[in-house]
């Protein structure tokens, strides 16, 4: 009889641990309450708003890496692209082209970076991570031999880009709301629609998706494209905020895009991970760094303790994992 | 064919008259060689100051750098400068031990060298023993940008803002601010901001949070003079918390002329194209030379010339 209700119990307690975000939950609310013990200004309002735009910027990042990884792929251009895109909005302003048309133009540029990615290491079956590691260098090169080197300033105040880095209300940034925006759509996407089917198959298992009819091609070039979109839309957040493109703007940012996915429960193997996962493992990045400084933490350790974090946070997602499989 | 001849001899003769240079007497040969590409803009100014040296003492200066910074491919750069037995060589110890060899031959050989930009900063018996080193002092940097604070007021708590952290030169201009301060027993701190503007300007936001009675914010490139800028200027600081920056930027002497930027450094990398081949150009011909060190900079820029420094700025001399 024991053992009957043993078994039922750990089935009520393995239901909760299925929740795919459960790792990076737990991970959120231990930083949180942490931090929150270390530093009475952490919980403040102002600090927390802020701490969300820094997260926002990386998060829509982080939401397009996200639906490329789970469909097999890799981004490593994400951080060049962050900086390509604004900078052909900032030159298109500069040379009096009309603004909203820059924009479209750099939307437009992002999207067909992600299309060009796409085809590429689809067509000639090369691993995604050389291409974009290709493109990356590619495109910060187009970028500091047009630039010069120099940082682009911004030269006339464009309305329409409030609505992008701009204050809402109080603290909180037009950033932000698009990252909630976006996390709320692509979490529907993955997890309500066909397309979100087909992602988690095409990447979980490559061959029998194909048996099963799905175009797993189109799938990873349409994520190919989403991933380069939300770099690009992010890249015009931050430079709508401060109206300058520094040459390195972005640079290192694909790699803390991966690993805020991977703290949220994304597999870099491909097949499995969640929207609202990359949400709260953005956060949480975005909490270190900010938690730490109002800690009075010395300042170098910073670094170390998100390298600390990343690796409890996957190791965490690994065990969860195995609990609800095995 | 008959045509061909003729023409030929006067593409001689026309060659003969706009190249003087190779039918009058030998002109000094010197090679500039930096870790800097070309492209980089800081270079840029560096190249016009030899070009226009190079013109006005008639010698022939060709400059040399790796398109993206590789210390590999600066050393095969220099080992070709090396090769050509040029008549003088001008080059930045990015990396004294990598540079040892090569540098110690050249000099065994005979081609006298200038160091630019970077010195070597071993011993004085370790370090190559190049004719003297025209360029900032790093630390000095670091000092001259404290004591220019000094002079505005007297912090009651200061943060050095550094972006790459365990950079040689950042971390020798950050050296020199907390001495200064150390010694007035101001409380200063270093601060990791990173390289991405936003993540620069949260961090800086929640320093200011922890630590309300900053009103000093030192940055140690336009990486973090732009965050904080912008920082200030959206917590409406402006004059509660100063910025003393280093380096320039149009973004900052912009900030210096609206008073949100109390100051910031120059090098004068004109500077460092120029005298050197000046310099040699002496010493080849009567063996003069300045001696150890000819500092560039730290020059300091305000309100007061900052209108001068921006002209010269579009005009490439800074």
Known sequence: ?326 | MKRFFPLLILILLISLLVFPAYSQAKRYKIYVVSHGGPADPFWGVVMKGMKDAAAKFGVTAYYLGPEKFSIKEFIDLLESAIAKKPDGIVVTITNPVALDEPLRRAIKMGIPVIAINVPDDRPPEKAIPYLCYVGMDEYLAGVYAARRMLQEFTPKRAVIAIHEPGHAGLEARAKGISDVLGEKKIPVEKLDIGTDPTKALTTLKAYLQKYPDTDAIFTLGPLGAHPAIQLVEEEKLVGKVKIGAIDLTTRITDAIKRGVVVFTIDQQQYLQGYLPILFLKLYLDYGLIPQEKVLTGPFVVDKNNVNKVEETVKKGYR
Do not use: H
């Not at chain 1, 990359?278 to 998100?306: D, E, K, N, Q």
């Open chain 1, 1 to 326: 009889m024991m053992e009957v209700k043993s078994i039922g119990s750990f089935k009520e307690l393995s239901k909760i641990f299925k929740i795919k975000e459960m790792g990076a939950i737990i991970g959120f609310v231990v930083i949180f309450i942490v931090f929150s013990i270390l530093s009475p200004e952490f919980i403040s309002w102002g600090n927390l708003l802020s701490t969300f735009t820094m997260a926002a910027e990386l998060g829509i990042v982080a939401i397009g890496i996200t639906m490329l990884m789970i469909s097999g792929e890799f981004d490593l251009s994400v951080g060049s692209t962050f900086a390509v895109v604004p900078m052909v909005l900032a030159l298109s302003i500069n040379n009096k082209i009309n603004p909203f048309l820059g924009f479209i133009f750099g939307i437009f540029l992002g999207a067909f970076i992600g299309y060009l990615n796409g085809i590429v290491t689809l067509k000639t079956e090369i691993p995604s991570f050389i291409t974009t590691l290709g493109s990356m260098m590619f495109l910060r090169g187009i970028l500091l031999a047009i630039t010069g080197g120099f940082p682009i300033m911004l030269q006339e105040d464009i309305p329409f880009l409030k609505y992008f880095g701009g204050v809402c209300i109080g603290g909180l940034r037009y950033s932000g709301i698009w990252f909630i925006i976006l996390a709320i759509i692509f979490a529907f996407i993955l997890e309500r629609t066909k397309f979100g089917n087909w992602t988690f198959a095409t990447g979980g298992n490559l061959l029998a998706s194909k048996a099963l009819g799905i175009n797993t091609n189109k799938v990873k070039l349409i994520n190919f494209i989403i991933c380069s979109f939300m770099a690009g839309l992010a890249g015009i957040t931050t430079f709508a905020r401060f109206k300058i493109i520094d040459p390195t703007l972005g640079q290192g940012m694909e790699l803390e895009a991966i690993a805020s996915a991977v703290i949220g429960g994304t597999f870099l193997s491909g097949g499995y991970g969640s929207i609202i996962g990359t949400f709260l493992g953005a956060f949480m990045i975005g909490m270190v760094r900010s938690g730490l400084v109002l800690a009075g933490a010395p300042a170098y350790w910073y670094r170390a303790f998100i390298g600390i974090v990343l690796i409890i946070a996957a190791i965490i997602n690994t065990k969860i994992r195995k609990k609800t499989a095995g």
